[in-house]
């Protein structure tokens, strides 16, 4: 499939133009994402990134370098507060820089992935934003497949960072070490029967190794959280946007973005390129309402 991520400015855009509220959640946006591809049966980033371009510095649509675990039933607002939060503390710019949210970049209208290929997916990308909200209970760590996607990142081979809608405080600090110490793959919610021997399966896990697993899990998560809540250093910021900027040493097998003029540019692959041409929908806004985003 083509990977095609979306920048911060994209996500409020789409959210001012169709009237997402405070409290919706990403499910309900999911909804509405649905409704607007119903034609044209690829995601919504995709039908995007294949519309006319006029040339200017922003970049709405490109080559994702972070993936965003996130759950469903949150607000789709605090996602994308906490989304700009990452990018202020990291010192990224909120035009340059793609998530892969799946509401917006996958495609809701066939099969979904397998797990082997949202496990290629994740780590292609290499970077993945765990977006924790409400921060005393975040529900991304309750979700079983907010625990897989985590898992991903335990060996390092994906980067993990937090993306919280509030400002770091004490009282959210030591909640979140307390529930990343109790984090246990079995216990976690499944949207669906069968979805936890799922997960255990594509890692690789059974009753023995299952402990040692839900031990490095627990680590990973409350080191993220320590790291999160550090102030960050010049040195911390640097590295960041300069691994942002490499793709991984991995062939970066989803990154054909064809029917795309501007995909196939290197340039999409770095974070801080020269300008390469901005998908913007020609003759004004960058979502329009009329006719939907899947309108031709």
């Known amino acids: 499939p083509i990977l095609v991520g979306v920048s911060l400015r994209f996500c409020r855009e789409f959210a001012f133009a169709h009237k997402v509220a405070p409290q919706t959640t990403s499910r309900e946006v999911l909804a509405i994402v649905r409704r607007l591809t119903e034609r044209s049966h690829v995601s919504l980033a995709e039908e995007f990134s294949a519309r006319p371009l006029v040339v200017t510095q922003d970049m709405p649509v490109g080559s994702p370098h972070i993936f965003v675990s996130h759950a469903h039933d949150a607000p789709f607002w605090s996602l994308l507060e906490g989304l700009g939060s990452l990018l202020a503390r990291l010192k990224l710019t909120d035009d340059r820089t793609f998530f892969y949210i799946d509401v917006l970049c996958s495609r809701l209208h066939t099969d979904p992935n397998s797990l082997d290929e949202q496990k290629a997916l994740i780590r292609n990308i290499g970077h993945l934003a765990l977006v924790v909200e409400p921060p005393e209970q975040p529900l991304c760590l309750d979700r079983a497949r907010c625990l897989f996607e985590i898992s991903l990142t335990i060996d390092e081979a994906v980067r993990l960072h937090l993306a919280s809608p509030w400002r770091p405080k004490p009282g959210p600090l030591e909640a979140q070490i307390r529930v990343a110490r109790q984090l246990s ?45 550090a102030p960050v250093t010049h040195a911390l910021a640097k590295l960041a946007r300069r691994t942002l900027q490499e793709p991984p040493p991995r062939t970066r097998r989803h990154h054909s973005q064809r029917g795309n003029s501007h995909g196939a540019s290197p340039g999409m692959k770095r974070l801080h390129g020269p300008p390469l041409g901005v998908a913007r929908a020609a003759g004004g806004s960058v979502i329009g309402t009329d006719g939907g985003a899947g309108a031709p």
Request: glycine share 4%.
């Open 185 to 229: 793959l079995a216990e976690a919610a499944a949207s669906e029967p069968g979805e936890l021997e799922a997960f255990a399966e594509a890692l690789g896990l059974d009753e023995s190794s299952l402990p040692a697993f839900n031990a490095r899990l627990r680590d990973t998560v409350a080191d993220a959280v320590v790291e999160a809540h």
